[in-house]
């Protein structure tokens, strides 16, 4: 039996009475999220938008059964309910506010692919209605920030003159005769969603009955999907609500920085510069401690039989590229070895001056296969990582013994 789908020819229609035809608990479907007992519900007529045509589903009431979900079977609309009506005659209920967001989403879409086809030739080819955000997929050429925006001020002036939108229904050639926008295959009536003197679509949809009730039309990002151009907007409340959120993000960075809002870039391109230059001061600052401590070491270090100068030194408070500071500067003399590790972090350095002859890469392994860790490198030059940044002076031992 066909359901008489209210929402069609008028989408504002909240409440209604309608007659159970059939009920049946359903086996649990986790792929739609619900593991309870659901009852398929099918009635004689309904207000109830089922997920189609990228416009999710509505929810809200049957008698006193919550609906969960609402399907479109074809000719007729299932709806999963939570428990099974106690009499055949109901009234159903849809919540109302998230009905009237689908509604205005969905006529923004209309109007805003009518704007980017019109105006720049960029036909839709899918469209989106997502929890927070909405999408329209453009085919064609790479929309500009121009294009974004010409579309967007075209849209929001035919909402601002507050046009009608109307419901037309004729046969697929009907409907090519007064200019539809895209072309449907299908025999029979069909059914076109109007905006006056801006755009005619095939559409099953719910829609607000005139452009003032979309609201404002915000665009949002264009990135690349595939082979088309993916557009995120929003309309109406949704819009209302990010552009104050936008805006809080913006007070926020804005106090952040402590600045007006107006003179957010500027002020983050300031503090990037002198973020860029203090670590510029901080490295060359940190090259010469490593070079004048280095020479300390070099002076101190008492050479061995062999005439081999050793530091092996762990050093606390300095980031790990410091370690490679200072073994440059210490191997820079003959016959230099130099073994280092931070205090904290783990992190592990052994450098030689060539003419040392050792393998600095070859001790390593050998010290990280013994304590945990990973790294490498050549044979003058290697570092790494402990596993276990408390085991440095271990670490440290061991490469000493092996060389
Ligand atoms: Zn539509």
């Not at 609402?70 to 106690?86: A, F, M």
């Amino acid at each position: 039996m066909t359901t008489r789908r209210l929402y069609y020819d008028d989408a504002y229609e909240k409440e209604f009475e309608a007659r159970v035809v059939y009920c049946e608990v359903l086996p649990p479907d986790l792929s739609a999220g619900i593991t309870g007992t659901v009852w398929g519900l099918m009635l004689d007529r309904t207000a109830f938008y089922p997920t189609s045509g990228g416009q999710p589903n509505d929810l809200g009431k049957i008698g006193d059964a919550n609906v969960l979900d609402v399907r479109d079977e074809g000719e007729e609309i299932l709806h999963l309910v939570d428990r099974k009506p106690s009499a055949p005659d109901v009234m159903g209920c849809i919540n109302w506010p998230r009905r009237f967001d689908h509604m205005q989403q969905h006529t923004g879409q209309h109007l805003l692919s009518a704007m980017f086809q019109e105006r720049f030739g960029l036909p839709t080819v899918s469209f989106h209605l997502g929890a927070e955000l909405c999408t329209i997929d453009l085919r064609g050429p790479e929309p500009t920030e121009k294009m974004l925006e010409g579309a967007e001020r075209a849209a929001n002036q035919v909402a601002f003159e507050d046009r009608p939108v109307n419901v037309r229904y004729g046969t697929a050639d009907q409907l090519s005769r007064l200019g539809v926008r895209k072309e449907v295959e299908r025999q029979g009536i069909l059914r076109a969603i109007e905006i006056e003197a801006a755009d005619l679509q095939p559409c099953g949809g719910t829609h607000v009955k005139s452009t003032g009730q979309i609201g404002i039309i915000l665009v949002r990002r264009c990135t690349k999907v595939r082979q088309d151009w993916r557009v995120e907007f929003v309309c109406g409340g949704r819009a209302e609500r990010l552009a104050r959120h936008d805006f809080q993000l913006l007070r926020q960075a804005a106090e952040q920085m402590s600045c007006a809002p107006e003179d957010i870039v500027s002020a983050a391109s300031r503090s990037i510069a002198e973020r860029d230059a203090s670590f510029k001061s901080l490295r060359a600052a940190q090259e010469r401690l490593a070079e004048a401590e280095a020479t300390l070491a070099l002076q101190s270090a008492i050479p061995g039989a062999n005439g081999f100068r050793i530091v092996s030194r762990i050093f606390e408070g300095v980031p790990a590229e410091y370690l490679g500071l200072f073994a440059t500067a210490f191997t820079k003399s003959e016959k230099t070895i130099a073994l280092l590790a931070t205090a904290d972090g783990g992190h592990v350095l052994f450098a030689q001056h060539a003419s040392a002859g050792k393998d600095m890469n070859v001790a390593l392994k050998e010290v990280l296969e013994k304590i945990g860790g990973k790294g490498g490198g050549t044979r003058d030059f290697a570092r790494g990582k402990l596993s276990d940044s408390a085991k440095a002076q271990q670490a440290l031992d061991a490469a000493v013994s092996l060389i």
